[in-house]
């Protein structure tokens, strides 16, 4: 009883009933449907099942109750709203079912079209479409001489002339075999391939390469074919029933979450594994009935450079299918306007009013029938990096968002790739061939034809350029392993184009002049050929191909960087609205950015870059190169006097190592880690000492020096050096260790304050554990800075690096001998998990990455539960202990976005890292300021 007075859980929304914000619930593609359909644009009734009906059904294994009732009503009410049932044999309903999740993935999962025909049905829509094609015969007729020259439609007006009926039947042939094609493919998992194989067979028999050349008798025969292909892969007839067709189809969408192709692509962007897909289930509009239909795809601005003005492609007499897989050559939209003005006109309207309701660029997709507009998908467009800025800058122009909106809209991620190095052309280049810019960037390397060669040469350690006519979504492997992909056909919305864009990949698409063939491993172009193994160049932005290497220049944005570009005085659209942006972030942002840098070379690079100080002086590089021999020195020293005698060797080589990155950093904070690896890393390797040894002595040469390091080096073993004599420990063994490089760095800060310059050094000491080991190397270091400092000025600070997780949990009494914090979260991230860096990475995260025990290696992206929870322990302990603590991060995490916006979070004052990764750091920071939180800027 109870039961039947539950109300149905609700698993399906009318497009009416949903809004752009419910895309968790009804997919992007079903949110934007239902707010397009709000709107009152164009869009073929139907219904969205919900996200929720697909994790129920991946759950268990079978459709949630309720569900099948659901879509039963939604059904019969769009029936009644387009006046016929579905898979009626008089005059039949189709619908298309398609996937559509809460983040695009484009090409990754399922859409069925044309579900609902039949034998029967196929005849009853060949004779509406004959009646209607009948009505409008005249129209159609002077439409088609009018344009027929200037389009050069010549071969589809031959079909098309032979009678109005002879038309129609065409286009239901053509439509049935699409469903049986998708279907099986889709829902039935029958190979693509044998379809497409028939339809070759067919095309050839004919002597034609244009689908558009088969008649409806071709198409009639090409449908039995599919049929028996059917029948042999699923031991089934094609189900003729439109109910069951419909029910599978949704099935196999749901399924489609799962399938590895998507699996995979939702580890590459990030996507949650658990989110699982909504289905569209929408009402038939056709651009495949003749001439005056078709389908396109355009977006409101050029997704590639941000320039404003529609793009677009549009194919004639085509199913959408057609356009995005770029079987067929498409127009650009532009030449829409000859074909069909009225249809032109009203989708330019439409275009506008969309990117001021989302305010954003966005792209859609849409078919014409028959002189009938309709519009089957939007959303907030995909866009390249350069674009993303320069669009971002002219919303605000025209008054649709503001600074704080447009910092949003672009991230540290996308200027990473802006930083890019560009090709190098000069008379010497020429390219052999020019394609479309799908993905900007520059990319040289080894030409190969399969994913499969691709993944395995890449692992080689190769730069692997993948050469195809089109790609696919089994190619999505090949496609992370390559560094650039190259293909002789589709547009910018072909899918090389949109995965290359979403992955930050160069790509150049539909680079005709060049022939590939696959199987021969090899593509000719301008009569030459390229084989397997040779080299190409491609450029991303500029869409050419060249021969060879072509050599690298900095990108633009690197010289506004650098100071060698003034984005004041240069019609450059993307460094101009680069500046505006970190302008606005450098306004907004909290935290400093500081960088990791040893030289003086790097220290004023990354001050260019916007560093403002560093945050990270390693020192053990100063114990290099013709150096090592004096560490030798230091290590075999028996007495006293040899180990003072060899720090004093280094004090002057170090003190003018510190002087250089002092006057670069003249008048910021420079923070100086004391020596922190174990000092048998600076000796030759065991196997290699004790070859020389025996080599020597078979020579009968003098081999005490060797014989007396090789023993130092079996002495120092350790098993774990990780864990091992290094950092403080070091100075707390090795006396005058410490002592020498406190007073190298003293003295290079007074020398710098004596010269007219201003050094703010900070001492910083690794890998403290407990404050008393602080407190003896403190005690020591301000003896010696006071004596040296005198009346100078300078001021030192001695603060530690929090990288021992006990560092961490005892930061209350560690800040009480420490005037500043710096989180080593490398070193942390190794400890808390118990991971050795060196070796987990390669040897098992892949694993960990599959399970989804993380999304990210810790490595690269901070682990806030765990490394994030000491991090912000010891803030809060540190600070508690010791007001206004100064706090920051060095390691690579400090030049990563989301690990930035923790950093914020907890209240740091700065982050460190690598020059190339400052500006990155510096957007993000402004980012996090000004983040509300909530939206998704993917
Ligand atoms: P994807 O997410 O891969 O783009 P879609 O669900 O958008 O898949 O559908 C694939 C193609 O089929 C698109 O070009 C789309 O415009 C077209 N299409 C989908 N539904 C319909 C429909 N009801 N009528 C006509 N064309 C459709
Ligand atoms: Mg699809
Ligand atoms: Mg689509």
């Known amino acids: 009883m109870a039961s039947q007075e539950t109300v149905d859980h609700k698993y399906v929304y009318d497009f009416s009933e949903g809004n752009k914000d419910l895309k968790d619930l009804l997919g992007g593609k079903g949110a934007n449907l239902a707010e397009m359909t709000n709107l009152g644009l164009p869009v073929p009734p139907g219904f969205t099942i919900t996200t929720e009906a697909c994790q129920a059904y991946l759950a268990t294994g079978r459709e949630p109750d309720g569900l099948a009732g659901q879509i039963e009503r939604h059904l019969e009410s769009l029936e009644r709203a387009m006046g016929k049932r579905l898979g009626d044999p008089q005059d039949p309903l189709l619908v298309s079912v398609r996937s559509g999740a809460k983040f695009s993935m484009p090409g990754m999962m399922e859409t069925v079209l044309n579900v609902g025909l039949n034998d029967q049905s196929v005849e009853g829509l060949a004779r509406q479409a004959g009646g209607a094609t009948g009505q409008a015969a005249s129209g159609g007729a002077t439409g088609q001489a009018a344009s027929g020259g200037a389009t050069g439609q010549a071969a589809s007006g031959g079909a098309t002339g032979q009678a109005a009926s002879g038309g129609a039947d065409r286009f239901a042939w053509d439509s049935y075999r699409r469903l049986i094609q998708m279907f099986g493919k889709t829902v ?143 127009v650009p939209l532009q030449e829409l306007e000859q074909l069909d003005k009225s249809s032109y006109d009203e989708l330019l309207g439409i275009m506008a009013r ?178 397997e193994g040779d080299v190409v160049s491609i450029d991303g932005t500029t869409g050419k191909v060249y021969l060879g290497e072509v050599p690298v220049m900095p990108s633009e944005v690197v010289q506004y960087f650098e100071g060698s570009l003034d984005p004041e005085h240069i019609d450059n659209a993307l460094v101009r609205a680069v500046h505006r942006i970190m302008t606005h972030a450098d306004g907004k942002r909290r935290l400093a950015v500081r960088t990791n840098a040893d030289t003086g070379a790097d220290a004023a690079r990354a001050r260019r870059f916007g560093a403002e100080g560093i945050g990270l002086c390693r020192t053990e590089h100063m114990f290099l190169g013709d150096r090592r021999e004096l560490v030798e020195r230091l290590i075999l020293a028996r007495a006293e006097g040899e ?126 554990g407990a404050v008393q080991e602080l407190e003896t190397v403190r005690a020591e270091a301000e003896k010696i800075i006071a004596e040296v400092v005198g009346d100078s000025g300078v001021e030192v600070l001695i603060g530690t690096m929090i990288e021992v997780p006990r560092a961490a949990l005892t930061a209350g009494q560690i800040a009480e001998a420490a005037q500043f914090f710096s989180f080593g979260t490398n070193d942390l991230t190794q400890m808390a998990w118990g991971f050795s860096r060196d070796d987990v990475e390669g040897a098992f995260f892949w694993r960990y990455l599959e399970l989804g025990i993380f999304g990210i290696s810790p490595f690269e992206s901070i682990d806030r539960d765990g490394v994030g929870r000491l991090v912000r322990i010891a803030a809060e302990e540190g600070r508690a202990a010791r007001p206004g603590l100064k706090l920051g991060v060095c390691g690579e995490h400090g030049g990563d976005p989301d690990s930035v916006h923790f950093f914020h979070e907890v209240g740091l004052d700065y982050v460190s890292c690598s020059p190339f990764r400052v500006p990155v750091a510096r957007l993000e920071a402004g980012r996090a300021a000004v983040e509300t939180g909530g939206s998704d800027s993917r």
């Open 643 to 768: 180990r003072e005698a060899a720090l004093a060797a280094l004090l002057p080589l170090q003190r003018d190592d510190f002087g250089e990155i002092f006057r670069a950093m003249d008048g910021l904070p420079v923070t100086v880690r004391l020596i922190d690896p174990p000092l048998h890393e600076f000796l030759p390797p065991l196997e290699q000492l004790a070859v020389n040894v025996a080599v020597a002595q078979e020579r009968g040469e003098d081999v005490a020096k060797e014989e007396a390091l090789l023993a130092a080096v079996r002495r120092m073993h350790e098993e774990n050096p990780m864990l091992g004599l290094r950092g403080v420990r070091l100075g707390l063994v090795i006396p005058g260790l410490f002592a020498m490089q406190v007073r190298a760095i003293a003295e290079a800060a007074v020398a710098c304050a004596r010269g007219g310059g201003v050094a703010k050094p900070e001492i910083m000491v690794p890998l403290v």
């Open 354 to 531: 969309l990117e001021e309701h989302y305010k954003d660029l966005c792209d859609i997709e849409f078919t014409i029938e028959r002189g009938k507009l309709w519009m089957l998908q939007t959303r907030v467009g995909k866009r390249t990096a350069a674009a993303a800025f320069v669009i971002a800058g002219q919303l605000v122009d025209e008054g649709l968002i503001d600074l704080d909106e447009a910092l949003h809209r672009v991230n540290g991620a996308q200027l990473a790739q802006l930083m890019f190095p560009r090709f190098q052309i000069d008379h010497e280049f020429e390219a052999v061939a020019t394609g479309i810019g799908a993905s900007p960037g520059a990319a040289s390397g080894t030409v190969v034809f399969t994913s499969a060669r691709a993944v395995e040469l890449a692992a080689e350690g190769q730069s692997v350029i993948l050469v195809r006519r089109e790609t696919n979504p089994d190619d999505l492997n090949g496609m992370i392993a390559a560094q650039g992909i190259l293909t002789s056909r589709g547009g910018k919305t072909s899918h090389a184009a949109v995965v290359a864009r979403g992955m930050g990949k160069t790509c150049v698409s539909g680079a005709d002049a060049i022939d590939v063939n696959v199987p021969a491993k090899r593509f000719t172009v301008a009569g030459q050929t390229v084989n």
């Open 188 to 330: 039935c998992e029958v190979p693509g391939e044998e379809f497409e194989h028939a339809l070759d067979e067919i095309k050839s028999a004919k002597g034609t390469h244009n689908d558009l050349d088969l008649d409806a008798d071709d198409l009639r025969g090409l449908v039995d074919a599919y049929k028996k292909i059917f029948l042999k892969h699923t031991g089934r007839e094609f189900p003729q029933q439109p109910r069951e067709q419909l029910d599978l189809a949704i099935r196999a969408v749901f399924e489609s979450w799962n399938a590895e192709r998507a699996v995979l692509y939702r580890r590459q962007e990030r996507i949650p594994a658990d989110l699982g897909t909504a289905v569209n289930v929408v009402s038939m509009v056709f651009g495949n009935l003749g001439p005056d239909s078709g389908t396109g795809v355009a977006f409101t601005r050029d997704p590639g450079s941000g320039a404003q003005g529609i793009y677009g492609d549009y194919l004639a007499n085509a199913q959408g299918e057609d356009v995005v897989a770029g079987i067929r050559n498409t």
